[in-house]
């Protein structure tokens, strides 16, 4: 069985930090690149940040690029989201994402709340 398990989230003041995490189960984690998307209300998914399989290459959204670092660990199956100087406009559920090809595996989302 799948499982994409997102952690991490919850209220933060402006200019804050938070670390999401996400463990994964029931598949090749190491053989997957993962991302980190967010959806905030009335908005349209986005993606946020991408990590190769092995981790060795990253890409970032413009609007996250200098706060945001997107790690993995292949020994622990898990993939983490470091948000830094966050801002009321980084509001929204944040959903870990797997994929190799055409397979895709989408975690429950976790909130993240940036609010004074």
């Known amino acids: 069985q799948v499982q994409l398990v997102e952690s991490g989230g919850g209220l933060v003041q402006p200019g804050g930090s938070l670390r999401l995490s996400c463990a994964a189960s029931?598949?090749?984690?190491?053989?997957?690149?993962m991302r980190w998307y967010r959806q905030a209300p009335g908005k349209e998914r986005e993606l946020v940040a991408a990590?190769?399989?092995?981790?060795?290459?990253?890409s970032y959204a413009g609007s996250v690029k200098g706060r945001f670092t997107i790690g993995r660990d292949n020994a622990k199956n898990t993939v983490y989201l470091q948000m830094n100087s966050l801002k009321p406009e980084d509001t929204a559920v944040y959903y870990c994402?797997?994929?190799?090809?055409?397979?895709?595996?989408w975690g429950q989302g976790t909130q993240v709340t940036v609010s004074s």
């Open positions: 029931g598949f090749t984690f190491s053989s997957y690149a």
């Open positions: 990590i190769s399989s092995t981790g060795g290459s990253t």
């Open positions: 994402n797997a994929l190799r090809g055409v397979v895709m595996y």
